[in-house]
């Protein structure tokens, strides 16, 4: 994982010299929920680091990490995966404060559950997105949806197969810093 890093690192930087015209941007999310009669609790980080190599097109990346527990029969159950989605962002329409894009990627999930196996998904697919600009180097950024392929990607899901997606679980809430 330190290699990964490393490696991702030393890939943005490249990336930033070689084109200095771009915009570096840093972005992320964080989540919190608990269900008391589930008796479940999670919380999730994903913070993501990108480029924007023209007024429509952008390059980025997204490493989370997720975790959950569950209180079953008076056991405890803890969950953790992590996460990495690089991506490709479209912005189809940008006027004033407000624009709206599409993030095109893939994604690779890891899991492991207390007394379980670790379980690897992955995804490709479409998500849909807003930003709101407060000012030139921060934006509120909400994604809404998901149009494309899973295969047991992310934390507690079990999705398998093609579809679109615009459940709650579908719904990540944002900011990001332009530099």
């Known amino acids: 994982m330190k290699k990964l890093f490393v490696m991702l690192a030393i890939a943005a930087g490249t990336v930033f010299s070689a084109n200095a015209q771009s915009t570096g941007y840093v972005s992320g999310t964080l989540g ?14 994903v913070p993501e680091i990108g480029f924007n190599l023209s007024s429509r097109w952008a390059l980025g990346v997204q490493i989370g990490y997720v975790y ?15 996460i990495i989605a690089p991506y ?30 670790r379980q690897n998904g992955w995804e490709i ?11 030139d180097n921060f934006s509120l950024v909400a994604k809404y949806g998901f149009l ?5 990607y992310g934390l507690g899901r079990s999705f398998n197969g093609f579809g679109l997606g615009f459940t709650s679980e579908e719904l990540s809430l944002g900011f990001q810093c332009r530099f």
């Open 32 to 45: 919190f929920w608990r269900d008391n009669d589930a008796k479940t609790t999670q919380f999730s980080i």
């Open 68 to 82: 959950e527990q569950q209180k079953v029969a008076d056991v405890k159950i803890k969950d953790n995966g992590f």
């Open 125 to 135: 697919g479409i998500k849909p997105g807003i930003m709101f600009n407060l000012s």
């Open 88 to 117: 490709a962002r479209y912005t189809l329409f940008s006027q004033g404060l407000f624009s709206m894009f599409l993030d095109g990627g893939v994604g690779y999930s890891t899991t492991k559950a207390d007394g379980a196996e």
């Open 148 to 152: 494309g392929y899973r295969d047991t």
